[in-house]
């Protein structure tokens, strides 16, 4: 039996070699929203964040791994290459509260909602 490369068409991969998108949740809560980004395998020295202009861009690469001499792949599934995910940002983001974690591979991103933005109640008297 000869193996045979598969390119199924899943969500956030490319089949174009070397190019790759990490996959992405946002979540809208009362005062926030959180994006959670999947970097397996990075540090945080291997992406960057910057906002320019209302746009917030995560950017990085993940190089593949060299083999041994004599070694051969016989199948390379992790996506390696350099990436770029944008998102326009609305209005209400306060950008001074602003927080990114990193861990377990998993980057995520808080971004607090402006104080006039948020829910509020109003006392009918």
Known sequence: ???????????????????????????????????????????KSDFNLKVDDGVLTLSGERKREETGDGDLYRSYERPHGQFTRSFRLPDNIDHEKTDAVYRN????????????????????S
């Open 1 to 43: 039996m000869t193996l045979v490369r598969y390119y199924p068409r899943k969500a956030g991969y490319s089949r174009v070699a070397d190019e790759w998108r990490p996959a992405v949740d946002v979540v809208e809560h009362e005062n926030d929203y959180v994006l959670s980004i999947d970097l397996p395998g990075f540090e």
């Open 105 to 124: 591979g998993v980057l995520e991103l808080k971004l607090a909602k402006k104080e006039e933005a948020k829910p509020r109640t109003i006392k009918v």
